[in-house]
């Protein structure tokens, strides 16, 4: 029996209005899907299989936390993470963490300009610097469009759905080892270094600077606190998208390299080039597609939000159509561009590096986000309930020890 006229309108109603209400949630996704992300679980399946597994699992339940309390503190007070930091530990505070988020925004650039170029290069030919100059022109005119957040919540959501069937499709062709991967879900570290690319692999999916952007964008949508139920609802939808990709990439690797006995790869794109020989040219031309939308997509959001939360944090005009926000936006794309083309490094060691940078901005704004959440006088009959701080404080227990890693690593080159 076929479905009646109204009951199909219904249904398409109900998607539409879903695909409206988890835009926000979604941007997010695209900006944590990057070359990080890719790189860092590609180590992580090819060097230990499915042992790491859980890692993804485990930083996703974080995210969702933490993206969830900055919607809140914007839904519940109507203001942003820094005009509430500005009221409660003064205008200092707010300036070193818009400050810090930019720099943390700032370092990852350079990924993103190279990765867009290198996996346009494995499609196109060229070279990537000729493709990261090429793509630097329609990304830095997205940012001057009017009406921008209409604008990139539209790319975002063609984004994600061309990154899911891309590297869904690709897992579905290399295949997994069930028993397997049932035990990776258990946390485990098979060796010392392990630890150590375990907290590296939780930055890129447990970002606290783009966790707390859901709060600027809850104010682009312009909604309040009767949103408060529903957006749960999107935040655990969108981001466990993220957690679901970052899974995929790593069951992909486990499934093609490591179980098949090759040696561990040290990068996305030599991820992709080893699928070739291993499941065919097609697995190898949808494993790089995807990992040029998730770059491209970085490329653009990334420093959008470095940008709002500086010019928040300097107390100017965080709105996307903002002439702050469009400046700083524009400087940390040329940036990023810059460091590309004067330095011919590949995306991996400048993932690496900008990690070593990033990390700055991840105590404080973590502070700012556990402590506003839960603070009544703000908040009010909104304040986080206990166990979801609890969950928070073991969430920022982990940023603690994603800062000293790098910390381990820095000394340990000097």
């Known amino acids: 029996m076929t479905s009646k006229p109204s009951e199909r309108q219904s249904t398409g109603s109900r998607l539409r209005t879903w695909l409206q209400r988890v835009g926000p949630a979604l941007v997010l996704a695209t900006v944590v899907i990057g070359p990080g992300t890719l790189t860092l679980n590609t180590i992580a399946g090819t060097t230990y299989g499915y042992a790491l597994l859980w890692v993804p699992l485990v930083a996703t339940v974080f995210m969702i ?14 203001e942003t993470l820094f005009e509430l930091a500005r009221a409660r530990y003064g205008r200092s505070v707010a300036v070193v963490g818009g400050i810090f988020a930019y720099l943390a925004v700032l370092a990852f650039q350079a990924g993103n300009n190279a990765a867009v170029g290198f996996a346009a290069e494995a499609l ?17 005119g997205l940012i001057f469009l009017p009406n921008l957040y209409g604008k990139i919540e539209l790319l975002v959501k063609v984004v ?30 098979p060796d010392t270094e392990a630890i150590f690319l375990t907290l590296g692999m939780a930055a890129t999916t447990f970002s606290i600077v783009a966790a707390v ?27 466990g998208i993220l957690g679901g990709i970052s899974t ?39 494993f790089t ?6 770059s491209f997509s970085s490329l653009v959001v990334n420093p959008l939000i470095g940008a709002t939360l500086l010019a928040d944090g300097l107390d100017r005009d965080a709105s996307m159509d903002g002439k702050p926000v469009k400046l700083w ?11 590309v083309l004067v330095f011919e490094a590949p995306p991996v060691e ?65």
Do not use: C
Not at 124 to 139: D, I, K, M, Y
Not at 329 to 339: C, E, Y
């Open 350 to 414: 400048l993932i690496r590096f900008a990690q070593g940078l990033a990390v700055v901005a991840f105590p404080l704004l973590g502070f700012l986000v556990l402590t506003i959440a839960r603070d009544r006088d703000v908040m009010g009959e909104y304040a986080s309930r206990t166990w979801i701080h609890v969950v928070a404080v073991i969430g920022y227990i982990t940023i603690v020890g994603i800062v000293l890693n790098y910390l381990r690593q820095i000394a340990a080159v000097f």
């Open 248 to 286: 995929v990439i790593l069951l992909t690797s486990a499934g093609a390299i490591y179980a098949a006995g090759g040696d561990p790869i040290f990068s996305a794109q030599g991820m992709a080039a080893q699928l070739e020989p291993l499941v065919g040219s097609s697995a190898f031309y949808l």
């Open 160 to 189: 994600v759905g061309l990154m899911l069937l891309s590297f869904v499709g690709t897992l579905v062709m290399v295949g997994i080892q069930p028993d397997a991967a049932v035990r990776g879900i258990v946390p485990s570290f």
């Open 124 to 140: 196109f030919g060229l070279t990537p610097r000729s493709w990261a100059v090429l793509f630097f022109v329609p990304a830095l």
């Open 213 to 239: 952007y859901q709060g600027y964008l809850m104010k682009e949508k312009k909604w309040g606190p009767d949103e408060l139920a529903g957006e749960g609802v999107d935040t655990l939808i969108g981001i």
């Open 289 to 294: 597609i995807g990992f040029f939308f998730a």
């Open 329 to 339: 936006t524009s400087i940390a794309m040329a940036a990023g561009l810059l460091v």
């Open 65 to 78: 936390v933490y993206t969830w309390l900055s919607a809140r503190i914007s839904l519940a007070t109507g």
